[in-house]
């Protein structure tokens, strides 16, 4: 299936979130890389036999654990919950010998607030959705109405 994807303000933390747009059958996904939250649409009669109507599902995020293997391997853990056998988890995975500590990095949000646990995010990870906005604009030349429609995405 084609979609769209392009950058937007999360709603939870007010930085950059990907939207991912399946405009022939109307499902939406929006995620945030920064502090965890999703938003999904879903278009019941694509994923049911006799689906109708849509479903929604909201959660919210308590911040993200950003892996990179130092050969190979990525991967984005959005956290829905945060507690202290989890912290532990990516905090043992973190110093694991395969573990790139240059590029991965793990951040609590909590009650609108950032809290680098491990790691440095990336340069974006900490401006405001319309700075961030603004820059890709300026980064990718986009001028027209059109090309500004759809926010560059970059981590």
Not at 127 to 153: A, N, S
């Given at each position: 299936?084609?979609?769209?994807?392009?950058?937007?303000?999360?709603?939870?933390?007010?930085?950059?979130?990907?939207?991912?747009?399946?405009?022939?059958?109307?499902?939406?996904?929006?995620?945030?890389?920064?502090?965890?939250?999703?938003?999904?649409?879903?278009?019941?009669?694509?994923?049911?036999?006799?689906?109708?109507?849509?479903?929604?599902?909201?959660?919210?995020?308590?911040?993200?654990?950003?892996?990179?293997?130092?050969?190979?391997?990525?991967?984005?853990?959005?956290?829905?919950?945060?507690?202290?056998?989890?912290?532990?988890?990516?905090?043992?995975?973190?110093h694991e010998e395969g573990t790139d500590q240059e590029t991965s990095y793990f951040v609590r949000y909590d009650e609108g607030r950032f809290k680098v646990l491990a790691g440095k995010p990336t340069e974006n990870f900490?401006?405001?959705?319309?700075?961030?906005?603004?820059?890709?604009?300026?980064?990718?030349?986009?001028?027209?109405?059109?090309?500004?429609?759809?926010?560059?995405?970059?981590?």
């Open positions: 299936m084609a979609s769209n994807m392009y950058a937007t303000e999360c709603p939870q933390c007010g930085r950059s979130a990907i939207v991912d747009e399946y405009y022939k059958r109307g499902d939406r996904y929006l995620t945030c890389w920064r502090c965890g939250y999703c938003h999904t649409v879903e278009n019941r009669a694509f994923h049911e036999k006799d689906g109708v109507g849509f479903e929604e599902e909201v959660c919210p995020g308590f911040g993200v654990f950003v892996w990179r293997g130092k050969k190979d391997g990525y991967q984005i853990t959005m956290l829905g919950k945060f507690d202290e056998a989890l912290e532990r988890e990516y905090m043992e995975k973190f900490h401006l405001p959705f319309d700075v961030y906005r603004d820059k890709m604009y300026k980064e990718y030349d986009c001028v027209t109405e059109f090309e500004r429609y759809l926010v560059p995405i970059e981590e």
